[in-house]
């Protein structure tokens, strides 16, 4: 059996066609963050299992995650964005995977994700781990990160196209660094105690954008996958940077008055 787990704030506008595509799963749990639009009642004409979790100052999902995963009752959990479209290629490939007796616990799944309106009709480098048992899996509760599985994992082969993640958000220039924005500040948390410095603020972020423009293959995208590189760098260097301005400003603590 498995669960799709759906993590949801504000998420009237594509949670309708994401549920339309996984209501032949054997559950369906929503774990809504006090939403203020018509999310609940959309997930309840769905039938779903809905959870609660405050939202108080989380500012993305991964808070969130591990109550979610632990509300659901199958022995396997499908971890699906309210933005985000499960094949039915995907769906029968998921439920082969459980039946077979090969130790693997986990698996990564690749997003088919859209820049400036057009999907990415390459193979796509952005691969998430998003199928796995429930039992021991936790999810850190900072942002961009993965689940903690009990067990081997494995990617799902390049060749199966098909059984990709079908992201329907198109984050425009403005949205993405608003999040940037956003997701530092709790990237200081995850990554505090780190001392970083000059070198890091100037070859980080240089390293993200040949890796992202040239080995994730956004140099085939033209002035759009420039861009997009671009902003891979910029939310590094931002990161970083946050991170050494709060290491300042807790040593700045003891000589304030």
């Known amino acids: 059996m498995i669960s799709v787990v759906i993590n949801t704030y504000n998420a009237e506008r594509h949670l309708a ?36 979790y405050p939202k108080g100052d989380c500012v993305s999902a991964e808070p969130a995650r591990t109550f979610a995963i632990q509300s659901a009752s199958s022995e396997w959990v499908l971890v699906v964005d309210s933005d985000e479209i499960i094949t039915p290629e995907l769906r029968k490939y ?23 309106g057009v999907y990415n009709r390459g193979w796509s480098n952005d691969y998430q781990l998003r199928f796995f048992i429930r039992e021991g899996t936790v999810w850190p509760p900072y942002v961009h990160t993965f689940p903690t599985v009990q067990g081997r994992i494995e990617y799902i082969p390049r060749r199966r196209r098909e059984l990709a993640l079908i992201h329907l958000a198109d984050d425009s220039i403005r949205t993405r660094v608003y999040k940037t924005n956003e997701y530092t500040d709790n990237e200081v948390e995850k990554k505090r105690g780190k001392h970083y410095g000059a070198f890091k603020l100037v070859f980080d972020p240089l390293f993200r954008f040949v890796k992202a423009y040239f080995f994730k293959g956004q ?12 902003l891979d760098a910029y939310y590094r260097f931002i990161t970083i940077a946050k991170v050494i301005e709060s290491r300042n400003a807790e040593r700045d603590i003891p000589h304030r008055k």
């Open 94 to 116: 998921l439920y082969e995977r459980t039946q077979a007796d090969d130790g693997v616990k986990g698996l990564y799944i690749a997003r088919l994700n859209k820049i400036f």
């Open 17 to 52: 066609e994401c549920l339309e595509a996984v209501k032949d799963f054997d559950e369906i749990v929503v774990c809504d963050m006090e939403s203020t639009d018509r999310t609940v009642e959309i997930a309840q004409r769905y039938g779903c299992k809905i959870v609660t």
């Open 219 to 230: 140099i085939f995208k033209c002035v759009p996958g420039f861009i997009n590189a671009s």
